[in-house]
């Protein structure tokens, strides 16, 4: 689950990261009274869920109440187009106004879970304000790392050597490791996938501060974090997979043509290759699930359905624990109640399968029944043009 910026900086100030000062506003009239509190220059920052806000206008600096409240008016209401959007972009409802600082130096400090060695690993680079993806990519030596131990996590030597191994100078190494240290319990306490402050910045001063701090949390663990599922804006996410979230189907929204409903997570991504394969393109991930009953067969086509660049739907079931009598019995029923006029391609395996094939045959309803993975992606590619 994602969150906003001004919300994971609450977060992580809780846990000693330090922040500049700042806060939400929703109006004009809340972002011109939080530059007033503030004084002097502020900057006023489009709150979404991507990266690349300041590339699309989604950032303004203003030198005072009044250059707040006019950067506010045109951010406010804006649809911001970035590279992490898409071209639709996001509506921005919500804006952080917050203190600038003099800044000395841009750096990099994020974790993740490394799942080649199965531990978090703290990342620090010198060269903050960019992608680090880009980075990456392109200069590798400038991203040093260190692993978390389970039950330890960050120890003090392990964060003066990113420290210094960034550039911080002597004299706000300790301000560093404290950061760090922060940042860490907050990850590991919080449950989150992600934790991620780019810039992070070193100050005229000798200041060390989360310029900016982007925040994933792991979904399974939420139930552990009640306050933190609160924070959930549904108007970030696509709105097909929130109504999937409501039935408990795992839908993630893609941008092909051919639908796909398939029961098991490794069978959906197999559906997926496979239809690539034979020239398509897939439409969403849908796992329905080995218990899936009638009522959420039907919600999953209602949602597959309502995507427009939907052509065709491929149906891939192996009937283990769903039956595929069961699985026929719920196609059948969400045709007609639906009225789907999409081409419907199915392909079952398992469990009373020809049973299952006898019931989509006589319900006189215009089914292709493929056999085999191969066929069924082939039928169904021809099928959606």
Same mark, same amino acid.
């Given at each position: ?12 100030? /809780?846990?000693?990261?330090?922040? =500049? ?23 006023? @920052? ?12 989604? %950032? /303004? ?11 506010a008016s045109k951010i406010l209401g804006m649809t911001l187009v970035t590279h992490q959007t898409g071209p639709e972009g996001r509506l921005v409802k919500a804006l952080l106004v917050e203190e600038t600082l003099p800044i000395e130096k841009e750096l990099y400090l994020g974790i993740v879970l490394d799942r080649a060695v199965g531990k978090p690993v703290v990342m620090a680079s010198s060269a903050g304000g960019m992608e680090i993806e880009v980075v990456a990519a392109k200069t590798p030596e400038l991203i040093l790392k ?15 050597? $990113? ?9 706000? %190494? ?24 780019? =810039? $992070? ?24 974090? /009640?306050?933190?599922?609160? +924070? ?20 993630? /929204? ?12 490794? +069978? ?7 239809? @690539? ?60 109640? $639906? ?5 419907? %391609? ?8 020809? $049973? ?8 006189? +309803? ?20």
């Amino acid at each position: 689950m994602k969150i906003h910026e001004y919300q994971a900086k609450e977060i992580l100030a /809780k846990y000693g990261v330090p922040v =500049p000062r700042g806060r939400r506003a929703l109006t004009v009239e809340e972002a011109r009274n939080v530059a007033r509190e503030l004084g002097g220059k502020v900057v006023v @920052k489009a709150q979404i869920h991507a990266g690349g806000r300041g590339k699309g206008g989604g %950032v /303004k600096l203003a030198a005072g109440e009044e250059a707040a409240a006019e950067s506010a008016s045109k951010i406010l209401g804006m649809t911001l187009v970035t590279h992490q959007t898409g071209p639709e972009g996001r509506l921005v409802k919500a804006l952080l106004v917050e203190e600038t600082l003099p800044i000395e130096k841009e750096l990099y400090l994020g974790i993740v879970l490394d799942r080649a060695v199965g531990k978090p690993v703290v990342m620090a680079s010198s060269a903050g304000g960019m992608e680090i993806e880009v980075v990456a990519a392109k200069t590798p030596e400038l991203i040093l790392k260190e692993t978390i131990e389970p039950g330890l996590g960050l120890s003090a030597w392990q964060a003066r050597k $990113l420290a210094f191994g960034i550039g911080i100078p002597a004299a706000s %190494v300790g301000a560093a490791v404290k950061t760090m240290t922060a940042l860490v319990r907050a990850y590991l306490e919080m449950d989150m996938s992600l934790a991620e402050i780019n =810039p $992070l910045v070193l100050t005229a001063g000798g200041r060390v501060v989360a310029l900016d701090a982007k925040v994933n949390f792991d979904d399974n663990a939420l139930y552990r974090h /009640k306050e933190v599922g609160e +924070l959930r804006d549904l108007n970030e996410e696509d709105p097909l997979e929130v109504e999937a979230s409501k039935y408990g189907l795992n839908y993630i /929204k893609l941008d092909g043509n051919v639908a796909c409903m398939v029961n098991g997570a490794g +069978l959906a991504m197999a559906t997926m290759d496979i239809i @690539k394969y034979a020239g398509g393109s897939p439409a969403n991930f849908l796992d329905v699930g080995g218990g899936a009953n009638q009522e959420q067969i039907k919600n999953a086509f209602h949602i597959l359905l309502a995507d427009p660049n939907v052509k065709a739907v491929l149906i891939n079931i192996f009937g283990g624990i769903l039956r595929c009598d069961t699985l026929a019995s719920g196609v059948v029923a969400a045709a007609r109640e $639906l009225n789907v006029q999409h081409p419907i %391609v199915i392909r079952m395996e398992g469990t009373n399968v020809e $049973l299952g094939r006898r019931i989509l045959k006589e319900s006189g +309803l215009n089914f292709t029944v493929a056999e085999g993975m191969k066929d069924a992606a082939e039928k169904v590619v021809a099928l959606a043009g």
